[in-house]
């Protein structure tokens, strides 16, 4: 496992949108109607009606001290670009020097001289699904060094450059597709360490086999270029502005044992044709989100090669040209220009449903509240980073929630006015003048707003959606009916949901800085400095971020902002069950692993494992923390609930003893996502867990109330 520099070590629908976005590299556009489904090459089409030009947040950096609070990391990037953090392919341009990238389903990595391009060989072992990145196909053309020259929803262009500095040639990276081109800048001869042929048959495309599997080279003159091709095989000419395209074949459907020519000529085919970029169309209404990727190729009629994850299969969409195992699952491939799926709406919730207790229940919990209240008498004493400072923000106010839904007007009166005087002292921009603690700098290096005092990396931007999540969500239920209290803490919360989900790029923010529209979830590690691609641990604390920004939204009247908050909840809900809590077990490509959950989602692997525990409870409690009022995603399937929760715990579900776990309040609430009966079980555990087992996130007051809202 790698160093925890991203760390979590301590306890810590479907139904097309009326609303949709389009962002293609800085620009934000939308769609007054809904888009319509059509079929492409196979997948399913977001059409939007008519676009209008969207707007950036109204924030303003300046208003923070200017302060990098860490060093800032070697960036091989163009100037004007803002530096990638969190993004899959952050470590291939951040850091000492560039490491591998797995832009699915691929794995890209910069050698002397050059490039190596890989698919995966997956390799299952009972507590990981690993697709490390080996080079099969190797392409020199005497680069000394690379640069990040562009890049945008799901593509990155990476330029080469001599010893000199003058640029070799591009390379394009895409996500969700297995072609990979390099294009020159100048004449060139480029060598490769596989020989490449024209076959006798396939309509004599050039292949090379290579582990058992066809590779297609699609030279500048098409698929069946063997006129720039070496004698031996070893090398391509390419003039200025000439490229070169490598594929993989796909593993056939069906049980033929090899991809037909048919299959291979469509391909090879279709990477013929450049992708000059991407764009992302999403949408969100009370039925679901959808979410749309668009491979722009120059020509409205010409589709691409790409592959469809399991997160984004839709019914009535075939992609049959074949498939890849990834270390995600299966992957289907497809033609088409652009890419579609929809994903199960989540209701924002900054409040458990209590209408249902009965007087007893409603009594329990209101002792309950008055004794976890009377430990404030004194004030609120919080932490001062920003990690465990936000979770003690957003535990608060889930107590003060409760205090008020019971009427205990004389426990929530004086515990709204602290935690009011709490999160206006986190929101005093020049806080970082006089103190170090509890406030917010800018960071001009890097671009992006840091705590000045850091926890888990948040200076090298580490984990900025899960910190920053709890603040919103705290001022997202503090300020929901107080139009006044938004109106000052909007100046710098709004600035902390730029930093994390920013709909479109500026000069002081990227769009979307952690969320990977492609992948369907977040990225944690700032900078990535790992050679197994970026990687996210805690997604449910992902899911909570989005639910944190959508109440901020809700409550500062930003509807633009709820709607794209309401479509990252949606999305990251979707994919943290597709791959932590309740992915397809049954998948060939997982075949070997034998566990119930993933609890680290790397760009090259999935892990059984935590940054901060070995202990079977962290590996499914860290991925249902802080089970806010929304963690009801996590239901829907009860018996691979009870299972998951088999392997977590110590012992038997029906003994009280098995809880006594770390994060065991946590399980209990996720425990009763099952069904009544379970939660009426987890209840009568809870009233007796003891103390050190309640997350420093919660309250015994919130996790009976949790328990009880499901009984």
Not at 9 to 36: E, H, M, N, Q, R
Not at 393 to 422: F, H, K, M
Not at 436 to 464: I, L, M, Q, W
């Amino acid at each position: 496992m790698s160093t925890p520099t991203n760390g979590r070590y301590a306890p810590c629908a479907l139904a097309l949108a009326t609303a949709l976005v389009l962002l293609s590299g800085c620009s934000v556009f939308g769609s007054d109607a809904a888009p319509a489904d059509s079929e492409d090459g196979g997948a399913v089409v977001v059409q939007p009606a008519a676009d209008r030009t969207g707007t950036l947040p109204d924030v303003d950096p300046s208003i923070l001290p200017q302060e990098s609070v860490a060093p800032a990391p070697t960036m091989r990037l163009a100037d004007g670009l803002v530096p990638p953090t969190n993004r899959w392919f952050s470590g291939l341009v951040l850091g000492d020097e560039p490491l591998p990238v797995f832009p699915v389903p691929l794995a890209f990595g910069t050698t002397d001289g050059g490039f190596g391009v890989g698919l995966p060989a997956v390799e299952v072992t009972p507590t990981a699904i690993v697709g490390p990145f080996v080079p099969q196909v190797g392409v020199d053309v005497g680069a000394a060094s690379s640069v990040l020259t562009a890049y945008d929803t799901a593509s990155v262009t990476l330029e080469l450059r001599d010893a000199d500095g003058s640029p070799l040639g591009d390379v394009s990276l895409v996500q969700g597709s297995p072609v990979l081109r390099y294009t020159a800048a100048t004449d060139q001869t480029a060598g490769l360490t596989q020989a490449f042929v024209a076959s006798d048959d396939a309509d004599g495309l050039v292949t090379a086999e290579i582990d058992g599997r066809t590779w297609l080279l699609v030279g500048p003159d098409g698929p069946s270029d063997a006129e720039s091709i070496a004698a031996d095989g070893r090398s391509v000419d390419l003039a200025a502005g000439e490229s070169v395209a490598f594929v993989p074949a796909p593993d056939p459907v069906g049980s033929s044992g090899q991809t037909s020519d048919e299959v291979l000529v469509t391909l090879a085919t279709a990477a013929a044709i450049p992708v000059t970029g991407t764009s992302l169309a999403y949408g969100a209404d009370d039925s679901g989100v959808t979410t749309a990727i668009t491979y722009e190729t120059g020509s409205p009629d010409a589709g691409t090669v790409v592959v469809r994850m399991p997160h984004q299969r839709e019914d009535g969409a075939t992609c049959d040209l074949g498939t890849y195992a990834t270390v995600h699952g299966t992957v289907e491939v497809c033609v088409t220009r652009t890419l579609s799926w929809s994903s199960p709406a989540v209701e924002p919730a900054g409040a458990l449903d209590v209408s249902g207790l009965t007087a007893d229940q409603e009594a329990e919990l209101a002792d309950q509240v008055r004794a976890d209240a009377a430990a404030r008498e004194d004030g609120l004493d919080l932490p001062s980073d920003t990690y465990f400072g936000g979770k003690s923000l957003a535990r608060e106010a889930n107590l003060l929630v409760l205090a008020e839904q019971l009427g205990l007007d004389d426990v929530a009166a004086p515990l709204r006015e602290q935690l009011t005087a709490a999160l206006r002292e986190w929101a005093e921009p020049d806080g970082c003048q006089s103190r170090d603690a509890r406030c917010f700098v800018y960071d001009p290096a890097v671009r992006g707003v840091v705590g000045k005092t850091p926890s888990f990396g948040s200076d090298e931007f580490n984990d900025h959606h899960f910190h920053y999540g709890y603040f919103l969500y705290a001022a997202g239920i503090l300020a929901a009916d107080d139009p006044g209290l938004a109106a000052d803490l909007a100046p710098v919360l709004d600035l902390l949901a730029a930093d994390v989900a920013a709909g479109a790029g500026s000069d002081d923010f990227p769009a979307l800085r952690v969320f990977d529209a492609y992948a369907g979830h977040s990225w944690a590690a700032g900078y990535s400095p790992f050679a197994d691609g970026n990687n996210q641990e805690s997604a449910s604390e992902a899911v909570s971020a989005w639910n944190g920004l959508a109440l901020w939204a809700a409550a500062s009247g930003d509807d633009e902002l709820e709607t794209q908050a309401r479509w990252l909840l949606g999305a990251e809900a979707a994919s943290a069950r597709e791959y932590w809590t309740d992915f397809d077990t049954d998948d060939p490509a997982v075949d070997g692993f034998s566990h119930s959950v993933t609890s680290l989602v790397w760009g090259g692997k999935r892990d059984w494992a935590t940054w901060f525990s070995a202990e079977p409870s962290a590996m499914l409690g860290i991925l249902v923390l802080p089970t806010q009022p929304v963690a009801q995603y996590l239901a829907g399937d009860p018996e691979r609930i009870r299972a998951n929760l088999d392997e977590a715990l110590g012992g038997p579900r029906e003994d009280p003893a098995s809880w006594d776990v770390m994060f065991g309040d946590q399980l209990l609430m996720y425990s009763s996502l099952a069904g009544p009966d379970d939660a009426a079980s987890a209840l009568d555990v809870a009233r007796d867990l003891p103390d050190e087992r309640i997350d420093d996130g919660s309250t015994r007051s919130y996790l009976l109330a949790f328990l009880m809202s499901r009984t």
